[in-house]
């Protein structure tokens, strides 16, 4: 077919489009429509609400420069400290990952609909996740600290407990996107559950859940600088005793190593991701493919039909060490000794899981029955608006600025590959900076108050939404687009009318997935003086009042869930 042949059936199918009767919008949908849009402009009044103003901070900038003459310079601690504290800090993340990649496996398969044995299960499950998503990583972190010894155990715990449900959700619908052939072939030749899952879902779905894994360990790691604020040892433990002694210069210091870790970290993570699953478009992120931009697709590189130590059971016996497979094998080597550096290297108490039992009555009755204490309910719940609201804020003051970034990073976007690797540094930049280090700068020149926590979560938010946005848009359906282009249309009517449509649906989730972090965000951020209910979490833990803690989480809870209520209605109404 010639390119004209093609822009004439381009414009025929455009033509026929527009003279076909449009379907009514059903009540449902406008009701959602009108709830979205009702979010947005709560998004805007709330943003209002902060006073978020340039010329002030331009004004206020005397405060960071009196801060930074008090600092007078960045400063560290010894070589030898700073490298065992990187490995420790390092260590519990990566072991707190690995707990939670493990605990999610069984999660997901109740969890996911293609596997569930009964909705109660999948409701069972998908309960569990949202539970452990909404109980700050903080909070866990505290209790467990009262029920362990000082160390890198309450840390790991409060990570991996946390973390299970980012990846069990993820693990979930990567199953329920599985082709069931394979899984059915295997139940029709009479063969067990575990054989079904070992044999027809889990080969498809590792790809997908080893980068879920990779990303929330550099998400982890991000988030173990405030865990140092309740005890738990490492990096974030060394700089919360800085800034506590006033020592600026090292807590700063200290800063910097963490922002530098967790830029090597995403680099890392990325290369092993584009080594093992780069050639795969659906689990590439943005930093794969800026790092490994010419991957070919997997069927391309592979020679058609089976390989020559695969052609009878006697070669195959005997399979030679290729060059890939020693890549490979060298591979999983490095792996299963980085986990067991890491877990020396955490000097876990193993008695600790013997010991523990006999405090649990006693911590459990120190956090239950729950309590606002002191304070009065009316001040807790409108600290908790106060939350919703920056986090509202936020996530409004974060859309545009991802809508922008991440399509100049989408492939399909992008005018040319020096922009679309420009944009891919920045949200790699952005996404490097802990949402806590960058509101302890912001405090130091607005002063205390929601305006840090809104711009901290602002910038760091663009990171995360701009890379979810660019990878949508990179795996939309290319039809529409050249079809479009082949009859003529710009590269912006092509992003408007074809790519922007087509990407709207994941948008929409990816909002509502920036929202509910932020809630939770903002939480730990009031502990640094960012505004919101955190304030009085920070409050009640430093005065051990902990049936207080138990109240604020069981608000953060109900929150949390009204959003993924939200979230689930709105993915399954613009379906």
């Not at 079904?196 to 080969?203: M, V």
């Not at 590792?206 to 040892?233: C, E, F, K, M």
Request: proline share 5%; hydrophobic share 55%.
């Amino acid at each position: 077919m010639t390119l004209l042949d093609t822009s004439a059936a381009a414009a025929a199918g455009a033509s026929v489009a527009a003279r076909a009767p449009r379907r009514p919008v059903s009540p449902e949908r406008i009701a959602a429509g009108l709830t979205l849009l009702a979010l947005v402009v709560l998004g805007i009044l709330a943003v209002r609400e902060v006073d978020i103003s340039i010329p002030a901070m331009v004004q206020s900038w005397g405060n960071a420069e009196n801060f930074m003459a008090r600092v007078g310079g960045l400063s560290f601690p010894e070589f030898g400290d700073l490298v065992w504290l990187i490995a420790l800090t390092v260590g519990l993340v990566l072991v707190g990952t690995l707990l939670a990649a493990v605990l999610s496996v069984p999660i997901a398969y109740l969890a996911a609909a293609n596997t569930t044995p009964g909705n109660g299960w999948r409701a069972a499950a998908r309960f569990v996740g949202v539970l452990t998503r909404a109980l700050p990583d903080v909070v866990l972190a505290m209790a467990f600290v009262l029920m362990f010894s000082l160390g890198t155990l309450p840390g790991i715990l409060a990570i991996g407990i946390h973390s299970i449900g980012m990846i069990s959700k993820m693990f979930a619908d990567a199953i329920e996107q599985i082709d069931e052939g394979p899984r059915l072939a295997i139940r029709a030749a009479g063969g067990s559950k575990v054989q079904e899952f070992t044999a027809g879902i889990l080969p498809q779905v590792l790809p997908s859940w080893v980068a879920t894994v990779l990303h929330r360990n550099d998400i982890n790691l991000r988030g173990s600088v405030v865990l140092g604020y309740v005890g738990v040892a490492g990096l974030g433990l060394e700089m919360s005793y800085a800034f506590k002694a006033l020592n600026y210069g090292k807590g700063l210091g200290i800063a910097l190593v963490i922002f530098l870790l967790c830029i090597v970290m995403e680099i890392v993570s990325s290369m092993v991701r584009g080594a093992m699953l780069g050639q795969q478009k659906h689990t590439r992120s943005w930093i794969d493919r800026l790092i490994h931009p010419r991957l070919r697709p997997a069927d391309a590189a592979a020679p058609a039909g089976r390989p020559a130590w695969a052609a009878t059971p006697q070669t195959a016996v005997r399979r030679p060490w290729t060059a890939e497979r020693v890549r490979n094998t060298t591979g999983v080597v490095i792996a299963v000794l980085v986990v067991i550096g890491s877990v020396i290297v955490s000097q876990i108490n193993w008695m600790d899981f013997f010991t523990f039992w006999a405090k649990l009555p006693e911590v459990a009755a120190k956090f239950w029955p729950p309590s606002f204490g002191s304070y009065d309910a009316s001040a807790m719940f409108l600290a908790m608006r106060d939350t919703v609201a920056i986090a509202l804020a936020a996530t409004v003051l974060t859309l545009l600025p991802s809508l922008l970034l991440g399509s100049l990073a989408a492939s399909n976007v992008a005018p040319n590959s020096g922009i679309r690797g420009t944009a891919r540094l920045l949200l790699v930049g952005i996404r490097g900076i802990p949402e806590l280090i960058l509101a302890i700068v912001l405090v130091v020149i607005t002063g205390l108050g929601a305006q840090a926590g809104v711009i901290a979560l602002a910038i760091g938010g663009i990171g995360l939404l701009g890379k979810l946005i660019a990878d949508s848009f990179e795996e939309v359906d290319r039809g529409p687009e050249r079809a479009l282009r082949a009859v003529g249309a710009t590269r912006l009517q092509t992003y408007a009318s074809a790519t922007v449509p087509q990407g709207a649906q994941a948008l929409i989730g990816h909002s509502f997935y920036m929202l509910d972090t932020n809630i939770r965000a903002a939480t730990i951020l009031g502990i640094v003086g960012g505004g919101g209910v955190g304030y009085y979490l920070l409050n009640a833990s430093q005065g051990s009042r902990y049936e207080t803690v138990t109240a604020i989480v069981l608000m953060i809870l109900v929150t949390v869930l009204v959003v993924e209520g939200l979230a689930m209605w709105m993915r399954r109404v613009f379906r």
